[in-house]
């Protein structure tokens, strides 16, 4: 590259403003960079002495964001107006001068530059090029999409993608930035709706893995509740009742979904939609009192009578023959449950449209936007994307 720049230092430039020392310089720049910068700075002595000075400067003047016209600030530059008002004018910030030239991307995201932002930092950049891209995309959306300290935090819980992380990527916890976002931003809201739904609250000292654990167990109970409201069922199917020393409670509300979730350390919180859908009913097995176990009664297809789909112990153990036989001879005692159609499709029915809204409301409000990833209409395909 240092053969193809022609620059002649101007009067009074220092000494490292050589032409093969801002060469050098040029060739720090990721391999994708390189020749847009390089093109840039053969324009000009001082756009190329960016290069050393301010490379995300130049950076963002070679590769320009969308809707971002470079041309007055490189005219600013080669006329030699201050560093600071050109990053401003560019909304490029400040603090970016101390990244190094080798983890810049282009164009670069909105990124947060207020003061407080400034200081901290400088202190959370990535350890690697190869994790650069990633880390300004999860600050920039932090930002826009939570807060600056929210935003702060993500740069410093950023955990580099291996190929570890790469093959569990799809664990249950592991859901989008967006929920992250979110989570994060309703954790500072006391008195809505989100936050009267969070069990863990985000703090500056957390580690992603409980941020992970802790987003996740709040998108359960919005599960919960954006499907099955705050009123309990009113059609359970089937009458409670006994047999075999047990008993059969209906799970017939969010708040029966969340105590049997926690009682019974399973995942009987994911069946709240299949529950709304009229896909399925759950019941608690019961022995004195004591929860013993998870039934799920099923309308399958084009069988027009409930069955017995499953029944799990407490952490999905298996029950025994007398339980099974218990839960039979119940379900054979009732008054016949006749279903008059086949079992609904997933996306026939819409979640709360009242609760989704009451519930995004302020978090609309407050950024000024409508996001296309939380519609104003309930979106079963949005909030399974979170």
């Known amino acids: 590259m240092s053969a193809h720049l022609r620059v002649v230092p101007r009067a009074g430039a220092p000494h490292d403003a050589r032409p093969w020392s801002l060469a050098k310089a040029l060739t720090r720049f990721r391999p994708d960079l390189r020749d847009g910068v390089a093109q840039l700075a053969r324009r000009h002595v001082r756009l190329a002495e960016l290069a050393q000075s301010f490379p995300a400067l130049l950076a963002a003047l070679a590769w320009p964001r969308s809707g971002f016209d470079a041309r007055p600030v490189i005219r600013g530059v080669i006329a030699g107006a201050p560093l600071a008002a050109l990053a401003a004018q560019a909304r490029v910030p400040l603090w970016l001068r101390k990244i190094k030239t080798e983890m810049l991307i282009a164009p670069l995201p909105e990124l947060p530059d207020s003061s407080y932002f400034r200081r901290r930092i400088v202190n959370h950049f990535p350890k690697r090029e190869r994790d650069a891209p990633r880390w300004f995309a999860a600050v920039s959306s932090a930002a826009r999409w939570a807060d600056e300290p929210f935003a702060l935090w ?165 029950p025994s023959t007398e339980m099974w036989l218990a839960a039979r001879t119940w379900l054979n005692g009732q008054p016949p449950k006749v279903f008059s159609a086949p079992a609904p499709g997933w996306h026939e029915r819409d979640l709360d449209a009242v609760l989704w809204r009451t519930l995004w409301r302020p978090y609309w409000i407050a950024k000024r936007r409508v996001p296309s990833w939380l519609p104003l209409r309930p979106s079963r395909a949005a909030f399974d994307a979170l």
């Open 154 to 318: 993500q740069a410093h819980a950023y955990v580099p993608e291996t190929p570890r992380r790469r093959r569990r990527r799809h664990r249950p916890q592991d859901h989008s930035q967006h929920l992250l976002e979110l989570w994060g931003w309703f954790s500072s809201k006391p008195g809505t709706v989100g936050h009267a739904l969070i069990e863990t609250p985000w703090t500056p000292q957390m580690q992603q893995k409980a941020a992970l654990e802790a987003a996740d167990a709040w998108r359960g109970r919005l599960d919960l509740v954006l499907n099955l409201g705050v009123e309990p069922l009113t059609d359970t199917w089937i009458e409670p009742g006994s047999a075999g020393g047990f008993d059969f409670v209906p799970i017939a509300s969010a708040a029966d979904l969340a105590a049997e979730a926690r009682a019974m350390d399973n995942c009987v919180r994911t069946y709240a939609d299949s529950i709304a859908l009229g896909q399925c009913r759950l019941w608690s097995v019961r022995k004195d009192g004591a929860r013993i176990a998870t039934l799920e009664i099923a309308h399958n297809g084009h069988v027009p009578f409930p069955v017995l789909q499953e029944m799990r112990l407490a952490r999905n153990g298996e």
